[in-house]
Each structure stands twice: as C-alpha cells, then as structure tokens.
C-alpha cells in the first residue's frame, strides 16, 4: 500500500481540488488497484470559512474506499459496504472503513493523530492490494504525516496572494520543498546515534557526536552551549523538534554549521514575519527528504518561479499551464 | 484495556504495595472491557460475587478456558449502540458491528455449552441475529436490497454513466469550440488576449467573467447534461427513498428486542471479567477467598505480588491462622513482622474488590473494615505527633468483624506508659468481635491472658554469623515464618537480647561495640 498525503499552505490553496484532480487521475488508470481516501479531521465542509462561497467536495467513485467518520454516512444507506469499524478504545471517535457501491458525495473525517493513522494503516493494509493506493487530505500542522512510515509521497498546495505575509508564507514553503537531503554517510552517522528520545545531535566534522539532547530544542541550554563551543569548525547538528524563531537567530551566524531538521515540517515553525532580514548561515539539509509528486500552484499573483524544486512537476489547475502564466 | 481501582479508595500503601502491578495481571485485550474501575463491594456484593465466580469455575469444562477467552476477545463493544437498537435508530454501519457481535457470540455460545448465558434471552438474541441476517448481505457489510431498490441501483449505475459521458462530449466541445482544456466541475482563471475573450464569449459553453487581472471561466451546462444530471438526481432520491425505507422495517423488528439484548449484552460483559478473572487465577495458580461465617482468618501460602515478582523464589509465603480477638506478633528486628501486617492487609482489601488472591487458599470472614496503623514519622505541617496519630487511629469507629492491623504497638510514646496502654488496648480487644493483630517488642503483654501470641521464627544464628553486617543477605537469612508462642518462649522473650546481638553484626564504632559486648557478658553471666 502507498500512501500519499495532501499538504496546502493554507486554507484555500487548493488543497481538496488537487485531491480531486490526483483521485480521478488515479481512477482513470487504475486497473485493479484499490484505491482509499481519508482525511486528517474534517474535509469537505460545504462552505468556506472565508470567502463563503461552495468548496469543493469529495465525490466517490464506485469501488473506492473510504474512512470517515460514522455520522457522515447517516444518509448513505445502501451506497456503501462496511468492511472495518474503526472505534474505541483505539481511535477517539468512530471511524468507518467502507468501500462504495455507486457514486457517493461524502464528507470525510478521518482520524487526527499519528497513532490512529498508523492504526489504521495496519488495519486497512490486508484489504487493499499491494499496489493499493491511500490518499490522505492532510493539513501541514500534522507533523506526523512527514513520517516515512506514514506518507511515502506529498502532493503540495500552495497559493500565492498578494497580502505580504501570505505571499512570503508560500515562497517558505517552495524553499521547505527544495530543501535536499543530508549525506548518506551523515544520514547512517545520525541514524546509529538515534535513540527513541533523542532531540538534537551534534556531530564534528569528524562525525564524532558531542553532544545528544533529549530536552525540547528551544529550551536546551546545553545545546547551544555546545553549538557555541565547536561551531567555528565545521559541524552537522540534526534536530527533531521546532526550528523556532529563538533557535533561527541563535543559529543563523554558525556559517560552517549544517542543520539537519528530521523532517520538512519542522522547517515551517520558524514564523516568517520574524526571519525577514535575518541572514542565515547555516545549511539546511533534510533527515527524511520530501519526496514530492506534484506542486499544483493556486496564484492570485505572480511569484518568482525559480523557488520551484527542480525535477518537480508543478500545476496549476485553476490557470493556463503554469509555465505560460509565468512567462507573461 | 484498563484496570484500576477508583482513585478515592486508593490507600496509602498502593505505591508501596504495588496493587498497579497486580491489577497489570488483568489487562487483556478484551474490547468488551475497555476500562474496568474497582471499587469496594459490600458484603453480600462480594459473597455473591465470589460464589458466582466459584460457580463458573466449577461448570467450566477443563481446557477450555482459553478458547473461550480467545473468542471472547472478538465480540466489539456495543455500548454506543444499544439505545439505537432499542429506540430503531441503527444505520447501516451499526449493522456490521451488530452483526459481528452476534455472530461471534454465537460461536462462543457453542464454547460456553456447559455453563450456559443467560438462557431465557437467547431467544431475542436469536431473533436478533435472524433479522440482521435477513435485512443484511456479506456478513451484515450491506444492506439486502428488494427488487425495486436493485432496480433503481442498476437505472443509477446507467445514468452515471450516460452522465459521464455526456460531460466527457461537453469538454471535447468546449476544446474544440475555443482550444480551452477545462476539467468539469473545475473553472479556471485565465490571463487572456482580447481574441481569446471573444472567442470564449462567442462559446455557449462557458461564461467568462473579469476579475482584477484575469478572467474567470465557468461552465454554461447543457440542456443535455441538465437533464442527465436531474434523472441522476431523481434516482438518486428515490434510491434513497427505498433504502431508508427498508432500514425503517429493519428497525422496527430490532426494537422491541432492545431491552432484552442490552440486559444479554451486560451479562456478556460481566461473564468476560470473570473469564479474565478466571483466566488469571489459572495461570498464577491464585485462589478464590472462602467465607467463613464465624470470625477468623486463615491464609496458606499468601505472599504479596510485587514482593514475588522482585523477589522470584527467594519469597517466602505467609501461612497465617489467626481468630476472633487480640493475636500479639513478636519478632526480632527485620524479622519481617510489617510485612505480616501489610500482606495480610493486602489480600483483604484484594477480597473487597472481588479478585483472586495470591495465596493457596484463604479462608476468612468479609472484611467489611480493615484499619492498619503502620509506624507514622508524624507530619510537621499538620502539627500531627506518631503518638498523637496512634491514638487518633483507635478512636475511630471499629465496627463488628473489623481487621484491626497495628505495627509496633504504641511504641511512640516512652515504653512505661506505652506497655501500660498496649495493655489496655490488648485486653479491650481480646474480649471484642474483631480480628485484632499487633506487633510488639514488649515482654510485658505476654501476661496478658486470652490473647494469642505468636512470634517471627529467629534464623539460624551460624547463617547469621556468616552474613556479617550486610543488610541484604542478613535478610536473605530470616525464616519469615509465624510460629506460636510456647510457656517456654516466653522466658526467653522476657529476657531477649538478640537487638543487641544483632548489632554487634554492624560496622559500629569499635567502643560502642566494646560496650554492647561487656553488656551482653554482664548479662550473661548474671
């Protein structure tokens, strides 16, 4: 089973269209595989918060999975096959894994935490084939959807507005995506020194760790007590936990310092209104690369295209091709 | 699967006694009991309880246990739904777990023919399950649809079709009519040229509106596709009409079994703890108390569980026989004399929430109060003295049949007024209806008559030698056994000096030691 997650940038960015557009794709070449759809909390609410105006829902095709919320099948009768129920005590509500009869809009809730995600991978794998393919709408504060062993691709909604804060919003987030790896060799270093609690690693330049901390990043003062003491040299500090204002600025003149961040979600807590203006010295590199599928752009103004990941297909659903709105 | 005691009957020694660790014995993955709270039973609760539970023991046929367990652990709760079944309101989805219950109930029936639940029931049960098999298909996962419902399924599954196809010819218009790719149900936003504005606004197809620097393009949908999108919609409510219809008669047969099934579904939740109960005395070889209705307690091979676990073989148990009245326990130091208390103590207040004990048998009377005044450090923020606290704890209401448990008898006040209270107290409760059981190092109570005396068996005094001043294994030397007190005995109590032996074992200054020494010869030899 793959498991692709849908991440937006913000509310609005398109993040159920691309859904949409990715599960239809799906359908049209699907052959015999099993297709299932979920969401991190709550999707398809008739109406947008914002701008009131209809959003769009999730319309099922026959033969298609689902988990959601029981209370959203209420007036489903006869549409649907029930194949798992998904409720207490492991999950916090009841959750339904069906699969469709006929053509069925449905609203999907699925559970929204990492342990109920990876609950119900497990459940939901032996009825789907081996190629089966689980699509989650997601939300980029789930931190846990970065996890490999959750997702094994994204698909980005970003949208661009002219509102300042906004727009620099999203180019972060096309930074977040270009992000590359870390080495092969620091990535085994860092992955032999890992233990269940640990938060931050600092390694020589010589991959030599000195310094492993198991208290939250922002709040360890040792640790920059040690950053402090060898970041002169050459040095790889891996953090998992928040990439905080405090800790951006602490860091940002340790030119020869290069920061791992576990995984891209972590990269999106630095507040954008507070790095403006910061010079960043450091190297950011990724523990867990992002592997994006597709970038599908949602743009109320034009942005500079190169902060687009190289080799990554990009779309834009609601204009003309996207490399001809951006030539204009 | 949780199993705790309610917070407010927690005593002070459940850290110390580690009752988490006993309870951990009981956590099983049965999602019938996602969370069961102990609490105190009174004492017909407990005695019925314990019978019942001796009941099912005895009907159980041997070596099935386990399965029965095995099968029980596949029945989902129902709790959420049993007021749906009983007010007609379940959805198809409850039908699944409904159904699941039910079936897998049946089978762990057929395991449960010798001590059959609640057979009066099993005919609504029965029923139950004929009506969900009748209304259901693929094991209760879908709704049995009539044949005007698979009818209007088939006519919907059609118009879908028609409908896909409609819209598919109405892109390839669109696409030929301006060069536009559009995605129904999509539109798009368009920076566009004046031509391509004409062009669009020439298309029929579409509508083009301005908006700031681009131009957004709908659809203008077909009377074709209207129409297919109508009978869609059409079928589509009277499909719905059909099924809410059949869910409608479904209910009204489950309903009037509600009643009856949430009683059966409440049995079946009681008979899995006490499979689980069952299943746990099994497999730590525990047992269930026997009530007796006569005052005493009488426990062989008892031991405390965290002590057994720490400890493995090196745990002796406790055999303990003790009747109605004052039972005065003396003993060397760290001889084991609290844990007397505190084992005894923990098995009673295991025999009020109603699980097995670890022991080989226990006989006793219900232990409707258990009081046990352990040596108190005193408290200076409540301004509380050791003595102060001892007396507080006999003032309290004993009521009849009361296990009274004290440790080191008003050892908290100077020893000439604290043997002259001991006295009384011993005599008040030798006479009593309450089980009464203290330690002392007081060679005066042994005066006292119609008390029981009992004393913590002394090591082997070479073994004792050989551990030197190393507490552990000094430890690992002590018997830990009860044994009565003999006329003879009591001679040796009176003029015991084996504390000060026993301190001699230590790494005292050496003129301290000198001095216990010149001590123990003088009295000795005099």
């Known amino acids: 089973m793959i498991t692709y997650s849908f991440i937006g940038s913000d509310k609005n960015a398109g993040k159920t269209t691309a859904l949409n557009y990715i599960y239809r794709e799906l359908q049209q070449n699907r052959q015999s595989r099993s297709i299932c759809l979920s969401s991190i909390g709550i999707n398809g609410e008739d109406v947008d918060t914002y701008e009131g105006v209809k959003k769009p829902h999730i319309d099922l095709f026959p033969d298609s999975c689902f988990i959601t919320n029981c209370v959203h099948l209420a007036h489903q009768t006869g549409k649907y096959e029930t194949l798992l129920n998904l409720g207490r005590p492991l999950f916090t509500k009841n959750y339904i894994f069906g699969r469709s009869l006929l053509e069925m809009q449905l609203v999907l809730e699925g559970p929204n935490s990492g342990n109920e995600v990876r609950n119900v991978k497990r459940r939901i794998a032996p009825f789907l084939s081996d190629d089966g393919i689980f699509l989650i709408d997601g939300s980029i504060d789930r931190q846990f959807l970065a996890k490999p062993e959750i997702s094994d691709g994204f698909y980005f909604s970003v949208l661009f507005t002219e509102r300042p804060q906004q727009f620099q919003k999203s180019c972060d987030f096309l ?33 030599r760790p000195v310094y ?69 010295k450091p190297k950011i590199v990724l ?34 091709l996207l490399q001809k709105s951006c030539h204009k | 699967m949780k199993v705790e005691i309610l917070r407010k009957h927690r005593n002070e020694l459940y850290d110390e006694l580690d009752y988490e660790l006993f309870l951990s014995l009981f956590v099983q993955n049965q999602p019938l009991l996602s969370s069961v709270i102990l609490r105190p039973m009174d004492e017909n609760g407990a005695v019925s309880h314990y019978a019942e539970l001796a009941g099912l023991e005895q009907k159980l046929q041997p070596g099935k246990l ?13 709790e959420h739904l049993l007021t749906l079944v009983e007010r007609g309101q ?51 996962s879908t709704i049995r649809v009539n044949k005007e419902a698979k009818k209007t399924k088939t006519a919907l599954t059609e118009s879908d079709k028609e409908l896909e196809e409609a819209v598919k010819e109405f892109e390839q218009q669109i696409f030929e009519c301006t060069g536009l790719k559009m995605t129904y149900p ?111 307690c009488h426990l062989k091979d008892s031991y405390l569980y965290g002590l057994k676990v720490r400890k493995e073989e090196k745990c002796i148990p406790l055999d303990l026989d003790i009747e109605k009245g004052a039972t005065v326990l003396y003993g060397a130091n760290m001889s084991g004399k609290t844990t007397v208390l505190k084992t005894l103590y923990f098995l009673l207040t295991l025999v009020q929430l109603g699980l097995p004990l670890p022991a080989r048998k226990a006989v006793l009377h219900y232990p409707k109060q258990v009081a046990l005044m352990l040596k108190s450090p005193g408290d200076v923020r409540t301004n509380s003295s050791t003595y102060g606290e001892e007396l507080a704890f006999f003032a309290k209401q004993m009521e009849e049949g009361a296990y009274i448990l004290s440790d080191e008898l008003f050892l908290s006040t100077d020893p000439a007024n ?93 003129d301290i030691k000198e001095a216990i020494r010149k001590h123990l010869a003088g009295t000795t030899s005099s």
């Open chain 2, 186 to 296: 999509w539109p798009k936003e368009l920076a566009l040229g004046k031509e391509q504005v004409t062009s669009i606004n020439d298309c029929d197809l579409l509508t083009i509106e301005k908006r700031n620097d681009i131009w957004l393009i709908d659809y203008n949908i077909t009377l074709d596709i209207n129409r297919l999108q109508s009978k869609k919609n059409e079928l589509s409510a009277h499909f719905d009409t059909l099924m809410q219809k059949q869910l409608k008669q479904l209910n009204g047969e489950c309903s009037p079994l509600g009643h009856s099934f949430r009683n059966y579904y409440r049995k079946r939740v009681k008979r899995t703890w006490f499979y689980v109960l069952l299943g746990v005395k099994e497999r730590k070889s525990l047992c269930l108390p026997e009530f007796t209705s006569g005052y005493g």
């Open chain 2, 90 to 140: 379940l959805e198809q989805y409850h039908l699944f777990e409904l159904g699941n219950f039910l079936n897998n109930d049946s089978i762990l029936r057929s395991l449960e023919e010798s001590c059959p639940l609640d057979p009066e029931s099993s005919l609504d049960r029965d029923q139950l399950l004929l009506v969900l098999e009748e209304y259901t298909e693929k094991s209760f």
């Open chain 1, 287 to 320: 523990f867990h690369p992002v592997p994006v599928k597709t970038i599908f752009i949602k743009q109320e103004t034009d942005f500079d295209l190169s902060l687009l990941p190289p080799e990554v297909l990009a779309r834009n659903l609601f204009r003309t």
């Open chain 1, 212 to 280: 492993q901390g198991e208290a939250i990043i922002s709040r360890d003062r040792k640790l920059r007590k040690q950053c402090e003491a060898i970041s002169r040299t050459k040095c790889f500090l891996y953090l998992k936990g928040a990439l905080t204002r405090s800790l951006y600025e602490f860091l940002a003149p340790f030119s020869e310092l290069q920061v791992i961040l576990d995984n891209f979600t972590l990269y999106l807590n630095i507040p954008t209104s507070h790095h403006q203006g910061i010079e960043f």
């Open chain 1, 175 to 207: 930074r977040m995506l270009s992000l590359a790896p870390c080495s092969k060799q620091v990535h085994r270093i860092i992955a032999k020194n890992l233990e269940t609690k640990t938060k931050s690693l600092l390694l020589t330049e010589s991959y």
């Open chain 2, 66 to 78: 386990d399965k029965i367990l095995e099968q029980s652990s596949t029945l989902p709760p129902l």
């Open chain 2, 418 to 510: 604290g043997v002259i209270l001991s006295k009384i107290l011993i005599r008040s409760m030798a006479g009593a209806d309450k089980l009464f059981l203290c330690t002392t190092h007081y060679p005066e109570i042994l005066d006292i008559e119609n008390i029981t005396l009992f004393r913590m068996e002394d090591p082997d005094p070479l073994l004792l030698a050989k551990s030197g001043s190393n507490l552990q294994s000094l430890r690992n030397f002590m018997p830990y056994k009860l044994i009565p007190i003999t006329d003879r005995e009591q001679e040796k109590i009176r003029t015991n000096r084996a504390p000060l032996e026993t301190a001699l074992l230590f790494d005292l200054p050496r």
